[in-house]
Nanobody, 124 residues
């Protein structure tokens, strides 16, 4: 089970850190990603990180502004969001999949487990 938190209201240029905590039975080799969905739009890939935390992948829209990281001792994945823009406003979701090949997936259909969303609102 995944639970995302940390959303809120922030001014443009500000920062937020989202957390995604895994509970219950946890296993290794699960990569974790963040997606977001703005009103009236499809769910969009944001970033993903490998189980070890040694590699990550970002969408072009957040590259250089967002950083994904994880602490497996705490079963938690983070998304540090800096230089936020109004277009970053969305409900953010974390999700996980069993990583067999080490590849990163950007399609939501490839993810097996999802947390509830947390709303991020960036005011101009």
């Amino acid at each position: 089970q995944l639970q995302a938190c940390g959303g809120g209201l922030v001014q443009a240029g500000g920062s937020l850190r989202l957390s995604c905590a895994a509970s219950g039975r946890t296993a290794s080799n699960y990569a974790t990603g963040w997606f977001r969905q703005a009103p009236g739009k499809e769910r969009e890939f944001v970033a993903a990180i490998s189980w070890s935390g040694g590699s990550a992948y970002y969408s072009d829209s957040v590259k250089g502004r967002f950083t994904i990281s994880r602490d497996n001792a705490k079963n938690t994945v983070y998304l540090q969001m800096n230089s936020l823009k109004p277009e970053d406003t969305a409900v953010y979701y974390c999700a996980a999949y069993f990583s067999r090949s080490g590849s990163f997936y950007v399609s939501p259909r490839m993810y097996d487990y999802w947390g509830q969303g947390t709303l991020v609102t960036v005011s101009s």
